[in-house]
């Protein structure tokens, strides 16, 4: 499986997060590119603890789709609420210049790796979970988001 944490997958997102154009037509949901690259700037910070995000702690049927979520390839489904912290058109951090919000999301997935799922900040859905297990979701969140805009 894939996992933010094996460098040969965070090489390749990188190369592919390097291809993102702010002008590229979404696949499915509401985000631009620009929005969606500050989506995951603002989950990499909710989880490295730079940013309060809210939550409860997961109930046994949401433990059971984070397994699923996290261990299998099936795709995710599309429109899936996010956290209003991490929603750019309520509480998230508003696009700025484009270019430098990518540079800070290769950095924020850089902090992301070299933690290696230590210390991360229970998600705001998920609750705390494995390292292996942030690091496969690290890896699917942002292919997501880079293949709905084609990269």
């Known amino acids: ?9 965070h ?3 990188r190369v592919r997060l390097g291809e993102v154009q702010p002008t590229a037509e979404g696949r499915w949901g509401r ?33 059971i789709l984070r397994f699923i979520a996290f261990t299998t390839p099936l795709p995710w489904p599309k429109g899936f609420r996010t956290a209003p912290e991490q929603d750019q058109e309520r509480q998230g951090t ?19 790796v070299e933690q290696q799922g230590v210390g991360m900040t229970p998600h705001w859905r998920w609750g705390q979970m494995p390292a292996a297990m942030w690091g496969r979701y690290g890896y699917r969140h942002v292919d997501h988001h880079l293949r709905q805009f084609g990269a």
């Open 94 to 112: 508003a696009p700025t210049e484009f270019a430098a919000d990518v540079a800070d999301l290769d950095a924020l997935m850089l902090r992301f």
């Open 11 to 13: 090489e390749t997102l």
């Open 1 to 9: 499986m894939r996992s933010l944490f094996r460098p040969s997958d």
């Open 31 to 63: 985000m631009s590119p620009h929005q969606a690259v500050c989506h995951l700037c603002d989950w990499f910070r909710g989880i490295l603890g730079d940013r309060p995000i809210s939550g409860d702690p997961p109930s046994m049927g949401v433990k």
